[in-house]
């Protein structure tokens, strides 16, 4: 057998694929990971299946809790919208794992208990493990996101007192209040009390756009010549990040904008500072 990957011409891609490979697996490299001054990963050496599970688990972690939590994270809920998004989120990733694992112990099944698994016909794996199998779990997740999309769209939506219509052009936000009898606006900062639900109605002037505020709510299209409306509600006072989620044009990825939320008392203050 030809094990000779490692002498490939300086420059292959293949070859240089291969070493990478290797190095991760190295001792030098893991020494440097789990031994170093001050790592957080102080521990006895560690064997090959642990050094492996510990690479794998590195790898499949750290971008995942990275993206958990942040200015734009749907998962980091910061008002009854985004965390019934979230929920149905980690409800779908759970569905996901289940039917994941399911295969994955089938597949198992397959290499090592061959013997008892060889009388079953092709069609009957593709009907008890391509049916049978996911679709009950496929279903309770439908059913799931229906009940979570009430908390978004349907009957279990707050009526909301205050209404806030938001303008978008290229590349600007300007969001406009009712206070006493008059407008206020601000431009690419959208003020907001908490603990009420706001109505957002949104139009365009120009193109279609998409507002969206992830730790607050859903995102909804922002249409010229329609009013297309969501109602959020913010649970914490903060601030929090606002993009335009519908590509737009050149300066469409600094089409970016600002939530504020205040105490009702001092949301009727900062209006009353803003002009026409
Ligand atoms: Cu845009």
């Known amino acids: 057998m030809h094990c000779h990957g490692m002498k490939r011409v300086p420059g292959d891609r293949h070859g240089r694929t291969r070493r990478l490979f290797l190095d991760l ?13 001050g790592s957080p990963f102080r521990l006895p050496t560690p064997g090959p299946p642990f050094r492996f599970l510990a690479l794998f688990g590195l790898s499949l972690f750290s971008p995942l809790l990275a993206g958990c939590q942040g200015d734009l994270s749907a998962l980091d809920a910061a008002g009854p919208s985004t965390a019934a998004i979230a929920r149905l989120w980690w409800a779908m990733l759970a569905g996901a794992a289940v039917i994941f694992g399911l295969v994955m112990a089938l597949l198992c099944v397959v290499f090592f208990a061959r013997d008892k698994v060889k009388h079953i016909s092709p069609q009957r794996w593709i009907v008890l493990g391509g049916i049978v199998m996911p679709v009950p779990i496929l279903l309770a997740l439908l059913g799931y996101a229906f009940y979570q999309g009430e908390t978004l769209f349907g009957d279990r939506v707050s009526d909301a007192e205050i209404t806030v219509v938001a303008t978008s052009r290229m590349w600007t936000w300007d969001f406009a209040y009712e206070l006493d009898g008059r407008t206020v606006t601000s431009r690419d900062i959208l003020h907001l009390p908490v603990g009420r ?80």
């Not at 507002?211 to 929090?240: C, H, M």
Request: proline share 4%.
């Open 25 to 37: 697996r190295d001792d030098r490299v893991l020494a440097a990971i789990f031994h170093q001054k």
């Open 197 to 276: 639900p706001v109505r957002i109605e949104t139009t365009s002037v120009d193109v279609i756009h998409s507002f969206w505020v992830p730790r607050l709510g859903g995102k909804i299209d922002s249409i010229p010549g329609q009013v297309n409306a969501i109602v959020l509600q913010a649970d914490v006072e903060g601030t929090f990040g606002g993009i335009c989620s519908e590509y737009c044009g050149v300066g469409h990825a600094g089409m970016t904008f600002r939530v504020t939320t205040h105490s009702v008392a001092e949301f009727e203050n900062t209006l009353k500072k803003l002009g026409p």
